[in-house]
């Protein structure tokens, strides 16, 4: 079977052809409009998904060389609902038109089970943390549909913390990747952060960007130090939590996904962990389609479908 999948929930117009054997194309066109704002603008992200779906889908069908797919899967949740609307039109009436099924895919969904994109590929159970700009929580994953939440963020996201230190540095949007490019120049230890893991479980960033903010007023440190020290303090809290689980679940297969995967000193510390460990390459990390077709290739396999054909903001996997 050959799964088109398109994702349209944010701000990447992507389209992808995933088969049983493998990723035959993969398009990620990502909006540039929204950097001048520092933060994507729902409308102008509507617009832009309206005037690219159609040449990104074409040459990620035209990549796979394949004509018409045998079914076609589509982010319908979480996101931005009038970008995930352009997105869920266009796949139902191409399935229409080519007479396939369509499938509602979670994009939170998609994220948790990237990792299987790649080989070798997590066994079940595995534990996916899911590190994106609006998400970061670890589920415990037994199977396709199977998914537990071990742990949530009580406040911000990872990404969304790497996003607004960015901007307190004046780094430009997204931030995710310029804070990981200079933290590789700085001294982790020269800026000492609070690391807070909340009793309650899951985590909090709201502290320790609050610390960062008053460093950075300060002035007396180089942003280099201040990405490298932030950055420390992030990774610490993500995998004592990580270890944590994995002690009492005895699952020793971690994988990550979302685009604060794609940072490199996560990777390093991830890699260096005492168990088996998987991390997509970073292009799969962040916003794509493949992890949309491969969701909706696995749902239909497994006869799962989905409830209702519907745009839902808040989508959320249990
Ligand atoms: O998964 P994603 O592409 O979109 C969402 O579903 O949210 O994640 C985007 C987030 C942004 O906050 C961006 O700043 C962050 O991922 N990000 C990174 C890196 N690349 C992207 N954060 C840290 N290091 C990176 N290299
Ligand atoms: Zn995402």
Known sequence: MRVLGIESSCDETAAAVVSDDGVLSDVVWSQEVHAAYGGVVPELAARAHLERIVPVVRAA??????DRPDAVAVTAGPGLVG????????ARAAAV???VPVVAVNHLEGHLLSPLLERPAPPFPYLSLVVSGGHTTLY?????GRY???????????GEAYDKVARMLDLGYPGGPEVDRLAALGDPLAVPLP?????????SFSGLKTAVRAVVRAGANRPEDVCAGFQAAVIDCLLARVNQEVDRTGIEHVAIAGGVAANRGLRARLAALPIATYAPPPGRCTDNAAMIGLTGLVRLNAGLESASFEARPSWEVH
């Open 140 to 144: 415990r994953v037994d199977g396709v």
């Open 195 to 203: 690391r807070p893991l909340p009793a309650a479980g899951g985590w």
């Open 97 to 99: 038109g080519w007479g």
């Open 83 to 90: 970008a995930l609307l352009v997105g869920m039109s266009f």
């Open 61 to 66: 069908l035209a990549a796979a060389d394949v």
């Open 148 to 158: 537990a939440t071990l742990h949530e963020t009580l406040d911000d996201a990872a």
